[in-house]
């Protein structure tokens, strides 16, 4: 029986509800399917400059419109992107996650997350995913949430390694009893 772990309280700041906000756009477009909002805008570029540029030999033509789909697409993207995470970075004040202390709790049976308001308990095997990112440890308690843990708040580097391995042991052995 693992012992019930405690962390002390805790609020997020602005840089680091940045830095997971910049981790889960890497983590939400690793499926080709997540790219897919992108393309109208590039696509009526793309279309556009074909359709003007008829005076121009068929190969070349092609390249143009081709190499115009992928400029605006990667600028399309980075402007989506780029607005998303301004937008999340000036509400980041006025959420509940920017303004509270946060209590983390690890049970034999469950990962707890508190504010003053709320408090979720989720099941070790309910998780979705327990990683590192940066500076971060990160609990996602579901495919688009996770609770924030900044290294900050512990003693040294090793109280931040012994925290996550606990909590990815737990995580993982709740996900191998569940589905044995």
């Known amino acids: 029986m693992a012992t019930d772990i405690e962390l002390p309280p805790y609020r997020i700041r602005a840089n680091e509800y940045a ?6 756009l890497v983590r939400h477009y690793r ?10 805008a590039p696509l009526f570029v793309a279309v556009m400059i074909f359709l003007t540029s008829d005076n121009l030999a068929v190969e070349v033509r092609l390249g143009v419109t081709l190499a115009a789909f992928v400029l605006a697409f990667i600028v399309s993207a980075i402007l989506m992107q780029g607005c998303a995470l301004a937008r999340c970075l000036l509400r980041f004040g006025k ?10 709790s690890l049970t034999d049976e469950h990962f707890i997350s508190a504010l003053p308001q709320q408090e979720g308990r ?50 993982t052995r709740a996900k191998a009893t569940a589905g044995s």
């Open 95 to 104: 959420q509940p996650i920017g303004q509270a202390e946060i209590r983390v």
């Open 122 to 171: 989720y099941k070790w095997a309910g998780l979705h995913d327990v990683v590192r990112s940066g500076k971060l440890s990160l609990v996602y308690v579901h495919p688009h949430m996770a609770v924030i843990i900044p290294d900050r708040i512990f003693s040294d580097e090793v109280a931040v390694h012994t925290f996550f391995d606990e909590a990815y042991d737990r995580w």
């Open 31 to 40: 499926s080709w399917k997540s790219w897919l909002v992108f393309v109208p």
């Open 19 to 24: 830095a997971f906000n910049l981790h889960f």
